[in-house]
């Protein structure tokens, strides 16, 4: 945690576990999708992937992990789909993206005070927009409209600015962040 006088304080502590994308959500709860260490793939039976939510007092609410169906219930899941789940792990929805548009890789994801659902196409170079239903509101193509290469990371701050992180190219050393203004009807 990083105090306002920046100060630095460990709340959480994820070991054995890797932690690949945190969330903090409008009830100050933390949400942490996991997987162990070693090779991300192939995925085996003895292979764990979490998601895990800690109320306000860091404390664990909530653990998600995939079934014996192979169902995994975080965000995005190995078969490059957008998997939601209800607080009690219930499937919500999924959503494999635009078949017309061919391969779908989705990279970062982000929410919206409205509950929309933001995702990083990286293959297409694309944001999808969907509700709270899994339904498509919109697609924006982020490197012929926007000039943004490579999306990898979303993030939404408080005054309605979508915080895009990408990889960096080929003549580029470092990766970038590009911060762009939502528009309201997607929000």
């Not at 903090?24 to 933390?30: P, Q, S």
């Not at 939601?84 to 999924?94: E, M, W, Y």
């Not at 012929?144 to 990408?166: A, M, V």
């Amino acid at each position: 945690m990083l105090s306002p006088a920046g100060e630095t304080k460990s709340v959480l502590d994820t070991s054995p576990m890797m932690a690949l994308a945190v969330h903090v959500n409008k009830d100050n709860e933390v949400i942490i999708g996991m997987r162990e260490q070693g090779p991300p793939f192939p995925v085996q039976d003895f292979s764990v992937r979490q998601v895990i939510m800690f109320g306000s007092d860091y404390q664990r609410k909530v653990t998600l992990e995939f079934d014996k169906k192979g169902i995994n219930c975080s965000a995005i899941d190995n078969n490059a789909r957008i998997v939601a789940v209800d607080r009690n792990g219930r499937l919500k929805f999924t959503y494999d993206g635009q078949k017309d548009l061919g391969t779908f890789k989705p990279q970062g994801i982000t929410i919206t005070p409205s509950d929309n659902i933001v995702v990083s196409d990286a293959h297409n170079e694309e944001l999808h927009v969907l509700n709270s239903k899994g339904q498509l509101l919109g697609l924006q193509l982020i490197n012929k409209d926007l000039g943004i290469e490579h999306p990898r990371c979303l993030c939404l701050d408080s005054e309605g600015y979508l915080l895009i992180g990408c990889a960096y190219g080929e003549n580029e050393a470092y990766g970038k962040i590009h911060v762009v203004k939502m528009k309201d009807i997607l929000m």
